[in-house]
Protein backbone atom coordinates (compact mmCIF):
# COMPACT_ATOMS: atom_id res chain seq x y z
CA UNK A 1 0.00 0.00 0.00
CA UNK A 2 1.59 3.32 -1.13
CA UNK A 3 -0.51 5.62 1.17
CA UNK A 4 -2.22 7.30 -2.09
CA UNK A 5 -5.72 6.87 -2.24
CA UNK A 6 -7.94 7.36 -5.31
CA UNK A 7 -11.96 6.78 -6.22
CA UNK A 8 -13.60 5.30 -7.16
CA UNK A 9 -11.96 2.39 -8.23
CA UNK A 10 -14.25 2.13 -11.34
CA UNK A 11 -16.37 4.27 -13.11
CA UNK A 12 -18.80 3.59 -16.23
CA UNK A 13 -20.06 6.47 -18.16
CA UNK A 14 -21.41 7.86 -21.79
CA UNK A 15 -19.96 9.81 -24.52
CA UNK A 16 -20.51 13.37 -23.67
CA UNK A 17 -20.54 13.07 -20.01
CA UNK A 18 -18.39 14.70 -17.44
CA UNK A 19 -16.42 12.81 -14.52
CA UNK A 20 -14.60 13.54 -11.27
CA UNK A 21 -11.82 11.51 -10.23
CA UNK A 22 -10.23 12.34 -6.70
CA UNK A 23 -7.02 11.09 -5.19
CA UNK A 24 -5.30 11.69 -1.57
CA UNK A 25 -1.70 12.20 -1.33
CA UNK A 26 0.26 10.21 1.34
CA UNK A 27 0.24 12.33 4.28
CA UNK A 28 2.82 15.01 4.15
CA UNK A 29 3.13 14.75 0.37
CA UNK A 30 2.91 18.47 -1.34
CA UNK A 31 2.69 17.33 -5.06
CA UNK A 32 -0.03 15.46 -6.97
CA UNK A 33 0.58 14.54 -10.65
CA UNK A 34 -1.90 12.57 -12.73
CA UNK A 35 -0.97 9.90 -15.14
CA UNK A 36 -3.14 8.26 -17.78
CA UNK A 37 -2.36 4.69 -18.54
CA UNK A 38 -4.04 3.69 -22.00
CA UNK A 39 -3.28 0.83 -24.13
CA UNK A 40 -1.55 2.59 -27.35
CA UNK A 41 0.25 5.83 -25.44
CA UNK A 42 1.47 3.71 -22.25
CA UNK A 43 1.61 5.89 -18.99
CA UNK A 44 1.52 9.77 -19.90
CA UNK A 45 1.76 12.59 -17.57
CA UNK A 46 -0.90 14.54 -17.55
CA UNK A 47 -0.66 17.47 -15.15
CA UNK A 48 1.05 18.15 -11.62
CA UNK A 49 -0.07 20.42 -8.59
CA UNK A 50 2.56 21.56 -5.69
CA UNK A 51 0.96 23.01 -2.86
CA UNK A 52 -2.30 24.23 -4.53
CA UNK A 53 -0.61 25.52 -7.48
CA UNK A 54 0.02 24.27 -11.10
CA UNK A 55 3.26 22.90 -11.49
CA UNK A 56 3.58 21.39 -15.07
CA UNK A 57 1.50 20.43 -17.88
CA UNK A 58 1.44 17.48 -19.87
CA UNK A 59 -0.48 15.83 -22.52
CA UNK A 60 -3.56 17.13 -21.45
CA UNK A 61 -6.63 17.80 -23.31
CA UNK A 62 -8.41 20.80 -22.91
CA UNK A 63 -11.88 18.98 -21.91
CA UNK A 64 -9.36 17.61 -18.61
CA UNK A 65 -8.35 19.84 -15.89
CA UNK A 66 -7.35 19.55 -12.37
CA UNK A 67 -7.41 21.40 -8.72
CA UNK A 68 -5.55 20.54 -5.76
CA UNK A 69 -7.49 21.79 -2.77
CA UNK A 70 -5.89 23.17 0.70
CA UNK A 71 -6.03 19.78 2.38
CA UNK A 72 -3.96 18.90 -0.33
CA UNK A 73 -6.51 16.11 -2.41
CA UNK A 74 -7.17 16.57 -6.09
CA UNK A 75 -9.34 16.37 -8.86
CA UNK A 76 -9.39 15.40 -12.20
CA UNK A 77 -12.07 16.48 -14.24
CA UNK A 78 -12.82 15.02 -17.10
CA UNK A 79 -15.43 16.45 -19.71
CA UNK A 80 -17.68 16.11 -23.19
CA UNK A 81 -15.92 12.66 -22.63
CA UNK A 82 -14.92 10.40 -25.94
CA UNK A 83 -14.78 6.64 -26.35
CA UNK A 84 -11.31 7.41 -26.49
CA UNK A 85 -10.86 8.56 -22.84
CA UNK A 86 -11.55 5.28 -21.92
CA UNK A 87 -8.14 4.45 -19.66
CA UNK A 88 -6.80 4.01 -16.26
CA UNK A 89 -6.04 7.02 -14.53
CA UNK A 90 -3.05 7.28 -11.85
CA UNK A 91 -2.26 9.72 -9.03
CA UNK A 92 0.84 9.78 -7.77
CA UNK A 93 2.01 11.84 -5.00
CA UNK A 94 6.01 13.38 -3.45
CA UNK A 95 7.04 15.24 -0.72
CA UNK A 96 9.95 17.57 -1.88
CA UNK A 97 11.83 14.66 -3.30
CA UNK A 98 11.68 13.01 -6.74
CA UNK A 99 10.55 9.62 -5.54
CA UNK A 100 6.79 9.37 -6.93
CA UNK A 101 4.00 7.22 -5.38
CA UNK A 102 1.37 5.58 -7.54
CA UNK A 103 -1.98 5.37 -6.06
CA UNK A 104 -4.04 2.23 -7.21
CA UNK A 105 -5.97 3.92 -10.22
CA UNK A 106 -9.26 4.72 -11.51
CA UNK A 107 -10.63 2.52 -14.56
CA UNK A 108 -12.71 5.31 -16.71
CA UNK A 109 -14.69 2.84 -19.28
CA UNK A 110 -16.86 5.54 -22.00
CA UNK A 111 -19.63 3.61 -23.76
CA UNK B 1 10.87 16.49 -24.70
CA UNK B 2 12.49 13.82 -23.26
CA UNK B 3 12.02 10.12 -24.66
CA UNK B 4 12.67 6.81 -23.07
CA UNK B 5 12.71 3.12 -25.48
CA UNK B 6 12.69 0.28 -23.57
CA UNK B 7 13.51 -3.30 -24.55
CA UNK B 8 12.09 -6.11 -24.60
CA UNK B 9 8.46 -5.49 -24.59
CA UNK B 10 8.31 -8.89 -23.53
CA UNK B 11 10.58 -11.21 -21.63
CA UNK B 12 10.15 -14.94 -20.81
CA UNK B 13 12.54 -16.97 -18.14
CA UNK B 14 13.01 -19.73 -16.02
CA UNK B 15 12.38 -19.72 -12.27
CA UNK B 16 16.03 -18.90 -10.98
CA UNK B 17 17.27 -17.14 -13.84
CA UNK B 18 18.40 -14.00 -14.30
CA UNK B 19 16.38 -11.02 -16.66
CA UNK B 20 17.61 -7.80 -17.31
CA UNK B 21 15.41 -5.27 -19.05
CA UNK B 22 17.17 -2.47 -20.50
CA UNK B 23 15.94 1.21 -21.29
CA UNK B 24 17.64 4.31 -23.07
CA UNK B 25 16.65 8.25 -22.53
CA UNK B 26 17.12 11.17 -24.81
CA UNK B 27 17.82 14.22 -22.81
CA UNK B 28 21.22 14.58 -20.67
CA UNK B 29 19.03 16.80 -18.24
CA UNK B 30 17.26 13.76 -16.81
CA UNK B 31 18.54 12.93 -13.43
CA UNK B 32 16.46 10.24 -11.99
CA UNK B 33 15.67 7.29 -13.15
CA UNK B 34 13.15 4.97 -11.06
CA UNK B 35 11.53 1.68 -12.31
CA UNK B 36 8.08 -0.08 -11.30
CA UNK B 37 6.36 -3.06 -11.60
CA UNK B 38 2.94 -3.20 -12.62
CA UNK B 39 0.42 -5.92 -11.54
CA UNK B 40 -2.88 -6.81 -13.22
CA UNK B 41 -5.83 -4.22 -11.59
CA UNK B 42 -3.12 -2.30 -9.53
CA UNK B 43 -0.79 1.02 -9.39
CA UNK B 44 3.02 0.90 -10.45
CA UNK B 45 4.81 0.16 -7.47
CA UNK B 46 8.54 1.85 -7.02
CA UNK B 47 10.86 -1.22 -6.64
CA UNK B 48 14.76 0.80 -6.98
CA UNK B 49 15.99 4.19 -8.46
CA UNK B 50 18.85 5.62 -8.74
CA UNK B 51 20.48 9.34 -9.45
CA UNK B 52 22.92 10.42 -11.68
CA UNK B 53 25.63 10.65 -9.57
CA UNK B 54 25.55 6.76 -9.09
CA UNK B 55 25.96 3.92 -11.24
CA UNK B 56 25.04 0.88 -9.69
CA UNK B 57 22.28 0.24 -6.81
CA UNK B 58 21.33 -3.17 -5.61
CA UNK B 59 18.69 -3.64 -3.42
CA UNK B 60 18.55 -7.77 -2.63
CA UNK B 61 17.84 -9.62 -5.78
CA UNK B 62 17.36 -6.34 -7.94
CA UNK B 63 20.03 -4.09 -9.57
CA UNK B 64 19.92 -0.96 -11.71
CA UNK B 65 22.87 0.18 -13.22
CA UNK B 66 23.47 3.43 -15.33
CA UNK B 67 25.79 4.85 -17.99
CA UNK B 68 25.28 8.32 -17.86
CA UNK B 69 27.60 8.84 -21.22
CA UNK B 70 25.41 6.29 -23.20
CA UNK B 71 22.15 7.52 -21.77
CA UNK B 72 21.26 3.92 -20.96
CA UNK B 73 20.06 2.27 -17.99
CA UNK B 74 19.30 -1.30 -16.66
CA UNK B 75 17.11 -3.70 -14.41
CA UNK B 76 18.65 -6.81 -13.48
CA UNK B 77 16.66 -9.09 -11.44
CA UNK B 78 18.42 -12.36 -10.09
CA UNK B 79 17.35 -15.47 -9.11
CA UNK B 80 13.47 -14.73 -10.50
CA UNK B 81 10.90 -16.37 -8.76
CA UNK B 82 7.44 -16.87 -10.05
CA UNK B 83 6.05 -13.32 -7.81
CA UNK B 84 7.97 -11.38 -10.26
CA UNK B 85 6.17 -12.01 -13.28
CA UNK B 86 4.27 -8.67 -14.06
CA UNK B 87 4.65 -5.65 -16.28
CA UNK B 88 8.01 -3.77 -15.11
CA UNK B 89 8.60 0.09 -16.08
CA UNK B 90 11.36 2.50 -16.65
CA UNK B 91 10.84 6.04 -16.94
CA UNK B 92 13.48 9.22 -16.34
CA UNK B 93 13.08 12.88 -14.91
CA UNK B 94 14.73 16.10 -14.20
CA UNK B 95 14.96 15.48 -10.16
CA UNK B 96 13.12 17.34 -7.63
CA UNK B 97 8.92 17.40 -8.06
CA UNK B 98 9.59 17.09 -11.74
CA UNK B 99 7.05 14.59 -13.66
CA UNK B 100 8.12 11.29 -15.23
CA UNK B 101 8.35 9.78 -18.64
CA UNK B 102 8.11 6.39 -19.42
CA UNK B 103 9.22 3.46 -21.07
CA UNK B 104 6.55 1.57 -23.15
CA UNK B 105 6.96 -1.48 -20.40
CA UNK B 106 8.13 -4.91 -19.98
CA UNK B 107 5.91 -7.76 -19.80
CA UNK B 108 8.34 -10.51 -17.64
CA UNK B 109 6.92 -13.94 -17.46
CA UNK B 110 8.65 -16.16 -14.99
CA UNK B 111 7.88 -19.95 -15.63
CA UNK B 112 7.86 -23.20 -13.44
Known amino acids: DSGVTQTPKHLITATGQRVTLRCSPRSGDLSVYWYQQSLDQGLQFLIQ???????AKGNILERFSAQQFPDLHSELNLSSLELGDSALYFC??????????FGPGTRLTVL | GENVEQHPSTLSVQEGDSAVIKCTYSDSASNYFPWYKQELGKGPQLIIDIRSNVGEKKDQRIAVTLNKTAKHFSLHITETQPEDSAVYFC???????????FGTGTRLQVTL
Open chain 2, 91 to 101: AASMGTASKLT
Open chain 1, 92 to 101: ASSLVTDTQY
Open chain 1, 49 to 55: YYNGEER
